[in-house]
């Protein structure tokens, strides 16, 4: 089975026997480093660029597999899946499922992937935080429910991109002598993109602008860490509206209560980890906050090892959300 996670900032894939122990230290792994692209003609998600980056790293991770050996399911987790993914949808399925041999394909939302890499079969809400952000819950007998993950122009609040952007803004509020700047978050981004004067010609005509203002987001962090009021002050807010989103998702599910998990890279950064906990504890006391089980690829491996085994997924089925496909769909769908 081949579980593949596709994130604002690379493409990670993994291929593991489909009764496998269950984490990722069993599994061969290799990363793209290749955002998702997003393309007018294919009205979001380019399905045509993703599958020349996706079929050359499957088939890399399958060489050398046992004689006799075959890929028997397939699961893809994409960021905007649910609002950029119809390319995707009417697309990818057909010659992934021809290029692998795949017999059943799973098609979800990186937010789905990310709740089930995190929860497991368990109800509840998952924010999944790196470059954007969404907050994704369900609850037994129900669908699933997500809030925000709207993309950089409109949402993502409290995310990489979100946060990165808010300290170049500060920072460059600084070198103008504006209220509101931070000569610490100014020379950050001096060290890390040069004369900020470049900055726009740098970032505006890239299509991973999303991505590279992330890479940001931990000078952020560590200014905050090391006393600068302005980036304590981003970082306090980024915790809010992740506290806010997460806090949709669990009223919208009827879970006054959750299982929390807090799960992605942005999450690895400590000051904004703990801001999101304490403004947690006030929006949503009574959530019960665990430790993700693992990443959104770990949840892109469990829904394929189930799809290889049962003809029913544990979770509910929701497209664009969450789709399982068989190969015939696959067929028809590429059609």
Do not use: N
Not at 65 to 80: C, D, E, F, N, S
Not at 149 to 173: P, T, V, Y
């Amino acid at each position: 089975m081949v579980g593949v996670d596709v994130g604002g900032s690379g493409i990670r894939v993994a291929l593991a026997p489909a009764r496998w122990p269950g984490g990722l230290a069993g599994a061969r792994t290799t990363e793209v480093a290749a955002a998702a692209r997003v393309s007018p003609a294919a009205g979001g998600q380019d399905a045509e660029a993703l599958l020349g980056r996706l079929l050359p790293a499957i088939d890399g991770l399958a060489a050398g597999l046992p004689p006799g050996a075959r890929i028997g399911a397939v699961a893809v987790g994409a960021t905007g899946m649910a609002l950029l993914g119809r390319d995707l949808a009417a697309r990818l399925p057909g010659p992934l499922a021809r290029a692998t041999g795949a017999r059943r394909l799973v098609l979800a939302g990186d937010a789905v992937t990310a709740h089930v890499g995190a929860l497991g079969t368990d109800a509840g809400v998952t924010v999944a935080g790196g470059t954007g952000l969404v907050a994704t819950g369900h609850r037994p007998g129900g669908g699933w429910r997500r809030a925000d993950g709207w993309g950089q122009l409109l949402g993502d609040c409290g995310s990489g991109g979100w946060l990165g952007r808010a300290g170049l803004e500060a920072a460059l509020r600084a070198y103008d002598g504006r209220t509101g700047g931070s000569p610490a978050l100014l020379a950050a981004a001096e060290r890390r993109y040069g004369p900020v004067t470049g900055l726009p010609a740098a970032l505006q005509p890239r299509p991973d602008r999303a991505a590279l203002l992330a890479e940001f987001s931990p000078d952020v962090a560590a200014a905050a860490k090391d006393g600068c009021a302005v980036a304590a002050g981003l970082v306090g807010r980024a915790g809010e509206e992740i506290a806010a989103t997460a806090t949709a998702v669990a009223t919208a599910t009827g879970l006054p209560a959750p299982h929390l998990a807090l799960t992605g890279g942005l999450f690895r950064l400590d000051p904004l980890r703990l801001a999101a906990r304490r403004a947690l504890a006030d929006s949503l006391p009574g959530a019960r906050l665990r430790d993700p089980d693992g990443p959104p690829l770990l949840g892109a491996l469990r829904l394929a090892a189930s799809a290889a085994l049962s003809p029913d997924l544990p979770w509910p089925l929701d497209p664009p959300l969450l789709d399982l496909l068989d190969h015939l769909d696959s067929d028809r769908r590429s059609r």
